[in-house]
């Protein structure tokens, strides 16, 4: 099950919840026992390489032919 990020608007604490993806934008009660906290926009980052797909370096770039885009007009 997935892990989602929630806050409460009373009192401001971020708190952690596993549910459902069909639950994950319901509202839920926080630690603190009040009503509504609502979901959090998860953020990450990612270092490397940005093509990079699967943890596999991307494939070198190579003129793809057609046009002048690699300089081989004459």
């Known amino acids: 099950m997935p892990l989602y990020e929630y806050r409460c608007p009373e009192c401001e604490t971020t ?4 549910r459902p993806m069909a639950e994950a934008s319901e509202p839920i009660d926080c630690p603190e026992g ?3 906290s609502r979901r959090l926009l998860s953020v990450f ?3 490397g390489a940005a093509s990079a797909v699967g943890g596999a370096p991307a494939p070198a770039s190579r003129p793809s032919g ?6 081989m007009c004459g």
């Open 15 to 18: 708190f952690e919840a596993r």
């Open 66 to 71: 057609g046009g002048c885009c690699g300089g």
């Open 45 to 47: 980052a990612s270092t």
């Open 34 to 36: 009040h009503v509504g």
